[in-house]
C-alpha cells in the first residue's frame, strides 16, 4: 500500500518520556514480517486515564479495560496491544484470550494483572491466537526501551499506510513537562469513536480522576470529531498515562490542556489523513447553528455524506449536494439565512448562488488537497468544527477485497 | 449508461388508468435528445394524496405541493414533472418559476392554478428555464393520452438506466379497481424520503383524507425502507391520484391496501435496483428487537455502512461488519443473544461465529446477486426490514464525474 498523499512529511522526534519504556515485535498474530505487538511498561505512580468506542458489540480487551480503568492505583502498570486480530465477537473464548495475555504480562513483569490493559485490531470475529503473543512476551520485556516509542507506532497499525506520532512540550512555572502520542486508525473511522488506538504519555502529575475528565472533555473536541466513513469501530481505544516523572502539578493548567489538545488533534487529523483511499483532507466548519449540538449535526451531514465526498473526489464544486446535506440533517435550518463558502469564496447566500460567484473559482479552489468548506446557518451562535477526507476509488478497492 | 444488472426483464404493461391522461415531450431543460416533461390531466371527482421530503432545503416545487396537496376539491387537475434541473436552492426565482409553470398549465387546461402540482428533479442551485417547459405546455395538451404512462415513466427519469413501472388489479364485491404507478430514482436515496418522484394512479373511489392517511402509512412500509446511500434529497415527492372513475369505493378495503402497498414497494425496489452502481440487491432483515424502532436502527446501521456495502460488492462474507453496524446503530443489543444468517446459513450466533458456518459456505452465498441478512438481536419482538444495493467504483465514478 502506498503511502497516503496527505501523510506529513516524517514521523516526528518524539521524547523520552520519563518513567515510560516500550517494546515490539513480530509474533505472526496475522501479518508476516513485520511487528505486530506492542508492550509498554509505566512505572510506579503513574496515572492512567481511558476513553473508549461506545459500540454495543465492543471488544473483549474493550470490556477488560473499561472493567480496570478508573481504580486508583500507583502500582507499576503495563499496555500490550497487538494489530491483525481484533479479538472482538469471539464469545467466551475472547475474554479467556485476554485474561492469559494478561497474566502472563503480569508473571513476567511481576505486576498486578489488574494493571495490564489491553487491546486488539484487526479483523473481527476470529480467534486470537494468544498462544503467539505469549510466546513473545519475555522477548518484549527484554527489549523494553525508553526509546522504543516509534517501533510501538508500527507495531500497532493495520491499514493505516504511515505511522502516527504527535509531541508537545509545555513550560509551567519554568519546569517542562512532556508528551508523546502515538495512534492507529484509517477505516472504520466515525465519532464515538474512530477506529483508532490512541497512546498518549507525558510526565505530567495529576490525579487520575482528573486526567480522566480531562481526556473525555478533550476527546469530544478531538477524536469525536472526525469521521472516514461513518462506521464506528468494537476497538477503539485512547489511553493516556501521566507518569508524574516530571514533578510538575498539571491539575487545572490551561497551557497542559492546551499541549495535550494540540497532541491529541495532531494525532486525529493524522487518522483523517490516513483515512482509506483519501486524496483531500477537509475541515467542515459550521458556524450560526441553532446550538452546537445542531452545528455537530451539520457538520457530520456534510463529512458523512457519500455524494459530498466523492464530489470532492471528483473536484466537483457541488455546492447544491452540500445544502441537500445541511436539509437531510435534522437540525434547524432556514434555506434563505444559509451561507456556504469554500475557504474564502461565498458560494451560496440568500437562498441562492451568490451572484459573484463563479463555477471556475470553484472548480479551481477544489483543485486544492486541503479544503474547507465553512456553513453558516445564520440563526444563532452554535457551532462546530469536523474533519474528514474524500470517498474515492481506492476506499472502495481496500474494503471490497477479500477480508482486509 | 447501461442499465442496472438488477433491472426487471422489462417494463410492465400497464393499464389504463381512467380519467388520467400522459403527454411528455422534449423541452431542452438540461438534456438533449430525450423527453425531459411530463404532463398528467386528472379527471374532476379525483382524490390527490401527497408526501413529500422532510429536508429543510426542500426545493420550490415541494413547498407548493405541500401547500395545495390537503385541499378537498373536486375540480380538475394537473401534475408536470421536468427532470434535468431539480429547482431547488433557488430562492425567490425558484418560486417564480413554479407560479409560472402552474399559471401556464392551467390556462391551457382551462383549470384552476391550486389543482396543479409540480416536481422538478437533477441538478440542485441553478435557474430553472420555464420559458423551455411554458413553451410546450401547448404541445403536451394536444398530446395527453390515456395509453402516455410509459413515455411519462421515461420523461422523468435523471441518472436513472430504466424506467420504473408498476400495476396491480383488485376485486372488490365483483369489480375491479386498478393502479398503475411510475417512479425515478436511482442516487441521494435515503429514508424521508429516497430521491424519487413517484406518481401512483388509480380508479378507486376515496376521500382525499382517507388516502392521505394510507398513503403516509404505506410510505413507511415501502419507500421509507429503502437507501442506496443514505442521503436524503430535497426533491422528493410521491403523490397518489384516485379518480373514482371505477364507481368502487375502497375505503378501509384491506383487499386495496394490500394491492397500493404491493406498488409501492415494487417501485421502491426498483428504485434500489438501480442504485448507482448497484451490482447486489440486499434484504436486511431485523428481528428480536427491543422496539420496532430499534430494528429500523439496526437495519439501517446496516444498509448504511460504506463497509458492509463494500463487502458485498467485493462479495466478501465479512459479517464482523454486520456485528460493528449492530454495534454502532445505538440500539439496544447484546453480542451473546445476536444471530446472524446469510439466507438460510447461520453465520453467527451466542456470540461468536456459528460451529457449522464455513467460509466457503458464506463465499458461495456471497456471488449470488440477490442477498438477504437476517439479524436476530434476541431481545424481543421488535423488527424491521430495510432494502438496500451495494456500494461499488460504479457509485464513485457517476458521482464524482463533474456535476451528475
Not at 480496570?68 to 507499576?76: G, Q, T
Not at 498462544?131 to 513473545?136: E, V, Y
Not at 526509546?147 to 513550560?171: L, Q, S, Y
Not at 510526565?203 to 480531562?214: S, V
Amino acid at each position: 500500500m502506498e503511502t497516503s498523499p496527505l501523510a506529513p512529511a516524517r514521523f516526528p522526534d518524539l521524547p523520552v518520556i520519563e518513567g515510560v519504556r516500550f517494546a515490539s515485535v513480530a509474533a505472526g498474530v496475522r501479518y508476516t514480517g513485520r511487528t505486530d505487538v506492542m508492550l509498554v511498561e509505566l512505572q510506579e505512580g503513574t496515572s492512567i486515564a481511558g476513553v473508549f468506542t461506545k459500540s454495543a458489540t465492543r471488544s473483549a480487551p474493550v470490556l477488560d479495560c473499561q472493567a480496570k480503568i478508573s481504580a486508583v492505583s500507583a502500582a507499576r502498570s503495563a499496555l500490550l496491544v497487538n494489530s491483525g486480530n481484533s479479538n472482538a465477537f469471539t464469545g467466551a473464548a475472547g475474554e479467556q484470550s485476554v485474561q492469559a495475555i494478561c497474566d502472563a504480562v503480569a508473571d513476567t513483569l511481576s505486576i498486578d494483572a489488574a494493571r495490564v490493559f489491553t487491546a486488539s485490531t484487526g479483523v473481527i470475529g476470529e480467534r486470537l491466537p494468544h498462544d503467539r503473543i505469549i510466546a513473545k512476551i519475555a522477548d518484549l520485556a527484554t527489549g523494553l526501551d525508553a526509546h522504543g516509542i516509534d517501533g510501538a507506532a508500527r507495531a500497532i497499525m493495520t491499514t493505516d499506510t504511515f505511522p502516527k506520532g504527535a509531541t508537545a512540550e509545555v513550560d509551567i512555572d519554568g519546569q517542562t513537562v512532556r508528551i508523546a502520542g502515538i495512534a492507529k486508525g484509517s477505516g472504520m473511522i466515525a465519532p464515538d469513536m474512530a477506529t483508532m488506538l490512541v497512546y498518549i504519555f507525558t510526565d505530567a502529575k495529576i490525579a487520575q480522576a482528573d486526567l480522566q475528565a480531562l481526556l473525555a472533555t478533550l476527546t469530544d473536541q478531538t477524536f469525536n470529531c472526525i469521521t472516514v466513513d461513518s462506521d464506528t469501530s468494537t476497538s477503539d481505544s485512547l489511553i493516556c498515562a501521566a507518569t508524574g516523572a516530571s514533578g510538575v502539578d498539571v491539575t487545572d493548567s490551561a497551557g497542559f490542556t492546551k499541549a495535550l489538545h494540540d497532541v491529541m488533534l495532531d494525532l486525529a487529523h493524522q487518522v483523517v489523513r490516513d483515512g482509506e483511499g483519501a486524496t483531500k483532507f477537509v475541515e467542515v466548519r459550521v458556524t450560526g447553528a441553532a446550538t452546537n449540538a445542531d452545528a455537530r449535526k451539520v457538520g457530520l451531514a456534510i463529512a458523512n455524506s457519500p455524494l459530498v465526498k466523492t464530489a470532492i473526489a471528483g473536484e466537483d464544486p457541488n455546492w447544491g449536494r452540500i445544502v441537500m446535506a445541511v436539509g437531510k440533517s435534522g437540525a434547524q435550518a432556514n434555506r434563505d439565512a444559509l451561507r456556504i463558502c469554500f475557504g474564502n469564496i461565498v458560494v451560496a447566500e440568500n437562498g441562492w448562488v451568490s451572484p459573484h460567484y463563479t463555477e471556475k473559482a470553484g472548480a479551481d479552489y477544489m483543485k486544492k488537497q486541503e479544503l474547507t468548506i465553512a456553513v453558516d446557518l445564520g440563526i444563532a451562535g452554535g457551532m462546530s468544527t469536523v474533519w474528514t477526507c474524500d470517498l474515492t476509488h481506492g476506499y472502495i478497492t481496500i474494503n471490497a477485497d477479500y477480508r482486509s
